[in-house]
């Protein structure tokens, strides 16, 4: 390939001769104006063009104000297989060259400076690249269809309202819009390039790239579009150019269709002591299609450069596109970011920032008002949906930061952090903040390997995995779907998955086939410990099949699992087969001890097969289970610790108010299910009631095969329905029993009235009341008999003899007040009492009246009387 540097320099010792040539070729001139034509409006300093060979001109004279050059043109293009070459007199920073005329300029072949001045091509009526079209343009090329270019407080330079330019010294510092802006088009299939470290700015109406590409090895690129007035900054720091769009215009579309692609990177080994560029992409809507790509890779030693998507109302990345911010060099990558109000991500289209060797990764930003929105595969099904950043180096990660309304994740789509199993960098953080809801839908449609969609933090490598958050109102997992931190590889631990609702966590069935549930999972698979999972909400809900697991398969340690839900949590049914209960678990299948497990909630609620449960089906212990809630019912559900050969683990339950277990229900820590030792774990209960139904064989059990059964201790006030066995019945049974080793023990505390014994049976022994008689002599001498009646239970004690007991009522005697008359009336009779000198005695017996009242009466007139005295000397 020509290098250009060579191009520059045979052209200067080229020049004097070639200008010799110009009256031989003079009649050229027609074919040359038909592409090119200067207007009048620099008078004596117009622009000419010269033709030095067929399809070649080289243009030289404009104004010249300082370091900028000016041309102006009625017409400018470039015919296919033609070029056109700017003079670069010396000192000249800035070539800036307008068209006046109503056409647009159509730029089919090569268009170059002869040196290294930045180029600007303004043109209100358009501008279009067409597919040959090519650079050899030493500097910056900017191509605009503004109206004007600002030059500071000079004045402006303009293509609507041409004149003779004032003496504009200074920078260009603006692109001004005083209208609807014609669209620029770039179908340069064969690429507008720049040399290394220059910008390349497209800055018009619509901007569409179809099929074109634009290149600038470690410099900046920049689109943008604006709809109606306004002004775009434009900044010059040597030959970096930069835009900055105000905040109240309207902007336009841009677009990359056909396989477009725009990139500032080195190829992989070259370069290497450079970084790579910026680029900077905004407007209304930003759409990225048919396998378009926006490349912004670092394979050098400096820090990796930005790639920035800004949109007023979407960006869209549809048809296996990408957008990538990656590094496979010691420097670090660039950091990637997407501001609009809508964010889409389609077909198996990418947004990645990795690093592939020592240096850093880059970091993922997406901040969109409304919604981000990722979905399905490639046509073919290799690539799903993404928005990753990931290690397969020495380097870490970045992390990957979503802020917006609602994030949907379906059809297999994926937001993840990652490292590789080669790799020996920490994953990267993934946090997520939707303000309405967060939505993980389904699997792919891959009949073979069917992905699941979710959010995803994982490490196969050596380094650790880097932590998922996730901050939201409304968290819906359903159709196998999952939300994921999990250690794959040698890493000593996992990462943390924390999920923060403040209104409800749904996790929903399985995905199409079956095969996959929903939920949410740290797990290990090599050597280290899984994560620690954690939920905080008001409500969480685990329906037909779903999970929420710590899970370990080997050496490691499972993780723990944390559920605070302020008002209920609610775990129901199974999957559509009826295989996979809805389950919230720790669990261990190799060596390691499982997690513990610890809920806090007002209402728990098990039922039609869902299970709390921590188990290992290895070497390892089963976790612990603390669960604290207002109230828990069991209905066809279980609460379980289960352990094959290792120890099981203990379950604690404070429940406030009602424990409540029906149809088959069951608590219970078992020790050596494949008859194996093992020591059966402790139960604990502390509720105020318990209640089952005897039928319905619900279970409170602490049992082991050959190692010692588990204690249950049960602190209530009233145990209804279920009674302490030594064995397990067919009846709602509290066991603590082993087939070959020790039983435990089953303590029960509770009132000592137990009404589910029924009532206290009375003794059958009559109280012989002659006993319970003192014989000495009345006060005062009198010879009235003593007498003493006991009725019921409680009370005056059964003799006189015995102290009174803390219930017993005791009433003193009342004398009555002088001349008061008491009467007692009813419907049938009025009697009369008023206190004299009579001396009160004893009733001896009662009588009944006229009226059929009975009277007590100082001596039996009657056989209902009761004894007489015994006198006293008797």
Known sequence: MFSQSLFYQWWQLRLASLLTLVAAIAGANECALAQIVPDNTLGQESSVVTPLAPNFDLINGGAIRGGNLFHSFEQFNVKEG?????????????????????????????????????????????????????????????????????????????????????????????????????????????????????????????????????????????????????????????KNLRLSF????????????????????????????????????????????????????????????????????????????????????????????????????????????????????????????????????????????????????????????????????????????????????????????????????????????????????????SGQPGDLTIETRFFIVRDGARASASNLGSAQSGGRLSVTASESVQLIGTSANGQDRSGLLVGSTGTGSAGELTIKTEKLQVLDGAFVSARTVSEGRGGNVTVNASNSIELNGTSADGQMPSLLTTQTTGVGDAGNLTIETGQLTIKNGAQITSSSTGLGRAGDFKVQASSLSLDQGSITSQTTSGNGGNITLSVKELLLLRRGSEISTTAGTAQQRGDGGSINIKSKFIVSIPEENSDISANAFSGAGGNVQINTQGIFGIESRPKPTEKSDITASSELGVTGEVTINSPDTDPSRGLIQLPSNLVDASQQLAQGCTPRGRQNASSFIATGRGGLPQSPNEPLRGRAVITGWVDLPEQVTYRVTDKSSTASMTKSDDRIVEAQGWIVDANGDVMLVAQSVQSYSIPSAISCNQ
Not at 140 to 168: C, D, K
Not at 172 to 198: C, E, V, Y
Not at 373 to 386: V, Y
């Open 82 to 238: 033609g070029r056109v070459v700017f003079i670069n007199p010396n000192g000249i920073e800035n070539i800036i060259s307008r068209v006046t005329g109503e056409n647009r300029s159509e730029i089919f072949g090569r268009l170059g400076v002869l040196g290294s001045a930045n180029l600007f091509l303004i043109n209100p009526s358009g501008i279009i690249f067409g597919p040959n079209a090519q650079l050899n343009i030493g500097g910056s090329f900017v191509a605009t269809t503004a109206n004007a270019i600002g030059f500071g407080e000079q004045g402006l330079f303009s293509a609507s309202v041409p004149n003779s330019p004032p003496l504009l010294t200074v920078n260009p510092s603006a692109l001004l819009f005083n209208q609807i802006a014609k669209s620029i088009t770039n179908q340069s299939t064969t690429g507008l390039r720049l040399p290394a470290n220059q910008s390349l700015l497209l800055v018009g109406g619509d901007v569409n790239l179809e099929g074109g590409k634009l290149s600038v090895l470690n410099g900046r690129v920049e689109l943008g579009g604006l709809a109606g007035e306004g002004t775009v900054g434009l900044n010059i720091d040597d």
């Open 246 to 461: 105000p905040d109240n215009v309207a902007l336009a579309d841009v677009s990359l269709t056909k396989g477009a692609t725009i990139q500032t990177s080195f190829e992989r080994g070259v370069g290497s002591q450079l970084g790579t560029g910026n680029i900077q992409v905004q407007g209304r809507r930003v759409t990225i299609a048919d396998g378009s790509e926006i490349v912004a890779n670092n394979t050098g030693a400096k820090a990796g450069g930005t790639l920035t998507v800004r949109a007023s109302e979407l960006v869209e990345v549809l048809g296996a596109s990408r957008l990538l911010a990656e590094t496979d060099g010691v420097g670090t990558g660039g950091n990637l970011t997407i501001d609009t109000r809508k964010l889409i991500i389609r077909d198996g289209s990418e947004i990645a920032a990795g690093t592939f060797n020592s240096g850093q990764g880059g970091t993922v930003t997406v901040r969109a008002s409304d919604s981000v929105e990722l979905s399905g595969t490639s046509a073919d099904g290799a690539n799903f949906s993404r928005i990753i950043t990931q290690t397969d180096g020495v380097g870490d990660a970045g992390s990957v930061s979503i802020e917006t309304g609602q994030l949907i994740v379906q059809g297999g789509a994926q937001v993840s952090t990652a490292s590789a199993k080669t790799s020996s960098g920490q994953g990267g953080l993934l946090f997520v903040r939707a303000s309405d809801s967060v939505q993980l839908i389904g699997t792919s449609t891959s009949a073979d390997n069917p992905t699941p969609s979710g959010l995803f933090a994982l490490g196969e490598g």
